[in-house]
């Protein structure tokens, strides 16, 4: 069975440790800080088998240096660290193209790993399937979704498609605890969803007990999450009502959800 535990770091980032069975060896995902995770290894008596990483930003990659140098220095082996071609990070030795390799096996890790390529937040953003849990970095949120700083509407729509098409069993591991900032957003836009205001109730109860609100799963996204349902007829009276200066009687998905994002950004 392969666990999968959070390390806190900053202020609201989540680093995933992979752990199949009872191994001693384990992998991470997006090390942004490398302390976290050392003092994580050291607790728990684990050791890094390598670094998954989902894109570029240093929140999620400034640990690469740090643990690689560590591992060289301890057991006088190479860190392999997986990330995305199409991004100049740091410390990659596996760079992964998601146009020409969508399967990664890797020691240790009994599942094969599915990549999937979601531009949008960043250029070249990958996601990490295995045994149904989806690694997706800053691309969905819980109740959201990443800004567009590289991206276009267009190809942040096309990748939330993708990952809201996978089962709804699917976990979701996104790297930041964003939830109760987004359902604010979510509430604003979606005021009548019955399976929302629920969720905020439950969401704003862990929370307050101190616990994390990942992972959540694919099912109840499409359920709360107004990105992935841009055409809800509650959502598109609010788009119109907040952007009454434009035309929009023939809106589409593509259309209403830049919309959304436009306004989030502005929230
Ligand atoms: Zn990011």
Redesign the pocket.
């Known amino acids: 069975m392969l666990t999968i535990t959070a390390i806190n770091a900053f202020n609201d980032n989540y680093i995933w440790v992979l752990r199949q069975d009872s191994q001693q060896t384990v992998y991470v995902v997006d090390p942004g800080d490398p302390h976290v995770v050392l003092d994580y290894l050291r607790k728990h008596q684990l050791t890094l088998a390598g670094i998954l990483i989902t894109?570029h930003?240093n929140?999620?990659t400034g640990g690469i240096t740090a643990l690689a140098a560590h591992v060289k220095q301890t057991t006088d082996q190479i860190l392999a660290v997986y990330g995305p071609q199409r991004e100049a990070i740091q410390g990659i030795n596996q760079p992964i193209d998601p146009t020409q390799s969508n399967t990664l096996t890797l020691p240790f890790i009994d599942a094969p790993i599915h990549i999937l390529s979601v531009p949008g937040?960043?250029a070249g953003h990958i996601a990490y399937l295995l045994d149904g849990a989806l690694f997706c970095?800053?691309t969905l949120f819980s109740a959201g979704c990443?800004r567009l700083f590289e991206g276009t509407p267009a190809q942040m729509w096309q990748s939330l498609s993708l990952l809201a098409a996978l089962p709804d069993e699917t976990r979701v591991y996104c790297a930041h605890e964003y939830t109760l900032a987004n359902l604010k957003f979510a509430q604003e836009v979606d005021a009548d969803n019955a399976a929302l205001n629920k969720y905020v109730e439950q969401a704003t109860t862990m929370r307050a007990q101190n616990k994390a609100t990942i992972p959540s799963t694919i099912g109840l996204e499409r359920a709360i999450n107004p990105f992935l349902r841009p055409l809800a007829p509650t959502i598109v009276n609010s788009i119109k009502s907040k952007f009454c200066d434009q035309d929009l009687t023939k809106a589409d998905e593509l259309s209403c959800f830049a919309l959304l994002r436009q306004w989030k950004d502005i929230f």
Request: no cysteine.
């Open positions: 894109h930003h929140d999620h937040h960043t970095g800053d990443g």
